[in-house]
């Protein structure tokens, strides 16, 4: 029952929450990116970001060789988080640790389908694993980059990966041959939301109601800005959200941004996210998209007791895309465009 999380809650879940909360409070601050935007060399990004949390991480930078590059920087911050939530999986039981692989079934289809995008291009398969997002990794990718044809592949999917169920249920092997990347990697990702949201319905209390908040906000605003046809829009928004019913209705007929806008809103918390845009501004609409996702990770701060807290793994995200967005102003010598696209945390 919602409220008594407290009685039970540290039994399994007290220490790791207590980590994750550590983790929260070494993001960056304002003023870590106040200074990072003052950075005039990657070296110089290097040696702030040493005094931070990620001072660990970067000791293995001394022995590289320069010009430093921006993808070792996002690499390297990347590695840290890849290694916080491996412990936490490691430390973590029954439910919270399914919980956390569901937190990492985005990034496994995004590496399945760049999988098979190069199967279907004859790209390498090392230059394919070396793209592959870390957190998307799992035991048997490898062996779906030797898949000789799409049948093959298909059947790899379904035996290897924790996927399977998401295809059985929505793409057959003759879609492989000639579905779009896009609708394949959203047909799979709608799949994905919606186990997920059930997944967190049947755990109830506050992780219920936090997650239902967040997973709704990544629904609705999935299929904006897509080339997509009505037809194909239509069948790929969830079955839950804010939106949902009616607003996906409306959506699915929009033909460019301004008409996006008009039904979006009609619903107050994404009214206020447009009300910062000027008609045509199509450009920032991802940064206030991510404004508020992390201001509602933010907010699931504020409540204790329940396992929204571990998608702080957003959070750090969003942080590797600020540092790489800097890291890359700095390096093209480009720093008055480098704010354009930094979202602070706090």
Same mark, same amino acid.
């Given at each position: 029952m919602?409220?008594?999380?407290? %009685? @039970?809650?540290?039994?399994?879940? /007290?220490?790791?929450? =207590?980590?994750?909360?550590?983790?929260? *409070?070494?993001?960056? @601050? =304002? /003023?870590?990116?106040?200074?990072?935007? #003052?950075?005039?060399?990657?070296?110089?990004?290097?040696?702030?970001? *040493?005094? $931070?949390?990620?001072?660990?991480?970067?000791?293995?930078?001394?022995a590289e060789p320069s010009p %430093?590059?921006?993808?070792?920087?996002?690499? +390297?911050? $990347?590695? +840290?988080?890849?290694?916080?939530? +491996?412990?936490?999986?490691?430390?973590?039981? !029954?439910?919270?640790s399914t919980f956390l692989e569901y937190c990492t079934y985005g990034h496994m289809i995004d590496n399945v389908v760049l999988i098979v995008t190069g199967t279907l291009h004859e790209r390498d398969v090392q230059e394919l694993l070396e793209k592959c997002h870390p957190l998307g990794m799992f035991d048997s990718i490898a062996t779906l980059a030797v898949a000789q044809n799409m049948r093959e592949l298909y059947r790899l999917v379904l035996v290897d990966t924790p996927l399977a169920p998401y295809f059985s249920e929505c793409i057959t092997s003759e879609d492989l041959d000639d579905m779009n990347i896009e609708i394949m990697r959203n047909t799979l990702y709608k799949a994905y939301l919606e186990d997920f949201y059930r997944f967190c319905q049947k755990l109830g209390g506050a992780t219920a109601e936090i997650m239902s908040d967040l997973l709704a906000?990544?629904?609705?605003? /999935?299929?904006? /800005? $897509? !080339?997509?046809?009505?037809?194909?829009?239509? +069948?790929?928004? *969830?079955?839950f959200g804010l939106l949902y019913p009616y607003g996906h209705e409306?959506?699915?007929?929009c033909e460019d941004l301004d008409q996006v806008r008009g039904v979006m809103e009609k619903y107050p918390p994404y009214q206020s996210i447009f009300s910062r845009l000027s008609y045509g501004e199509s450009q920032l609409l991802d940064k206030a998209f991510y404004e508020e996702e992390v201001?509602?990770?933010?907010?699931?701060?504020? #409540?204790?007791?329940?396992?929204?807290?571990? *998608?702080?793994?957003?959070?750090?995200? #969003? !942080?590797?895309?600020?540092?790489?967005?800097?890291? !890359?102003c700095v390096a093209q010598n480009q720093k008055s465009r480098v704010h354009d696209s930094v979202v602070f945390i706090f």
């Open positions: 919602y409220g008594f999380e407290a %009685l @039970t809650f540290n039994i399994h879940g /007290g220490y790791l929450e =207590a980590i994750v909360r550590g983790h929260r *409070s070494g993001l960056l @601050t =304002a /003023g870590d990116y106040n200074n990072l935007c #003052q950075c005039e060399s990657l070296d110089d990004v290097k040696m702030h970001l *040493s005094a $931070t949390e990620y001072g660990p991480t970067f000791k293995t930078l001394i %430093l590059h921006t993808t070792t920087i996002v690499e +390297k911050c $990347t590695l +840290k988080l890849v290694d916080e939530y +491996k412990h936490m999986l490691c430390q973590a039981t !029954e439910p919270l906000f990544e629904a609705d605003q /999935g299929l904006i /800005g $897509t !080339e997509l046809t009505r037809d194909d829009r239509r +069948k790929l928004y *969830s079955n409306e959506l699915a007929v201001k509602r990770l933010c907010l699931a701060f504020e #409540q204790q007791f329940h396992y929204a807290a571990f *998608s702080y793994i957003r959070l750090r995200e #969003q !942080e590797i895309r600020n540092l790489m967005w800097i890291s !890359e």
